[in-house]
């Protein structure tokens, strides 16, 4: 899943991408609210994890504004500002989850996931596809009780196409689901990701749509 965070602080900023990628997140960091108001008009992410207090323009205001054009996109705020009468203001804007600094990033990770299966409508982290049971968390599917581990990408890829079975994303977006701003990617990245993919699933899993992308179908 891809991240925007919104985080003028360096040393917590660093830190939470770091953290975040390492648990298989894509991490796109600013440090700017109106920078990130301009990034969310062009390119919305899955998850959105934004602090109040930013130069340029107020996280709230920019909470505001993406909730004003009816975007559904998940927003976790992450702030300093611990009162009640904050938090509820923070949720009554239209965040998802509130988390108050310091704070884990264990807890922080476990958060998005939790906004992530409320948006795609799970009560688990598991996702099910006939007799392929995924997990996303480990890294791992298991087929009939056999067990397979996946890399990172791999395992961006497949949580990307089980959560819409039967319908095809394109290798663009599986691009922007893979790789952050800047980072170089190769022309054939999601092909080679892909093809690794059936090798460990089978090849009926995933097909290719021609001219569209790839698709698992439903079960």
Aim: charged share 25%; proline share 4%; net charge negative.
């Amino acid at each position: 899943m891809r991240v925007l965070l919104v985080e003028d602080d360096e040393l917590l900023g660093s830190a939470v991408q770091a953290g975040l990628e390492q648990s298989g997140f894509t991490v796109d960091w600013l440090r700017d609210g109106r920078q990130a108001s301009l990034a969310l008009h062009s390119d919305e992410p899955d998850l959105l994890v934004l602090d109040l207090g930013l130069p340029g323009k107020d996280g709230l205001t920019v909470l505001n504004e993406l909730r004003a054009r009816q975007s559904s996109l998940p927003v976790l705020i992450l702030t300093a500002r611990d009162t009640v009468e904050e938090r509820i203001t923070g949720l009554d804007t239209g965040a998802d989850d509130y988390l108050v600094k310091p704070f884990d990033l264990g807890e922080l990770n476990a958060r998005l996931r939790a906004i992530s299966r409320r948006r795609n409508g799970r009560g688990t982290s598991l996702i099910y596809c006939g007799d392929l049971v995924f997990d996303p968390v480990a890294h791992c599917i298991s087929i009939d009780g056999r067990e397979i581990q996946l890399h990172a990408k791999e395992n961006a890829i497949l949580e990307a196409l089980l959560q819409r079975p039967g319908l095809p994303l394109s290798r663009e977006r599986l691009e922007q689901i893979l790789y952050g701003w800047g980072e170089g990617v190769e022309s054939n990245a999601v092909e080679v990701h892909i093809h690794h993919l059936r090798r460990k699933l089978g090849k009926a899993r995933i097909l290719t749509i021609r001219g569209v992308g790839y698709m698992i179908p439903k079960p």
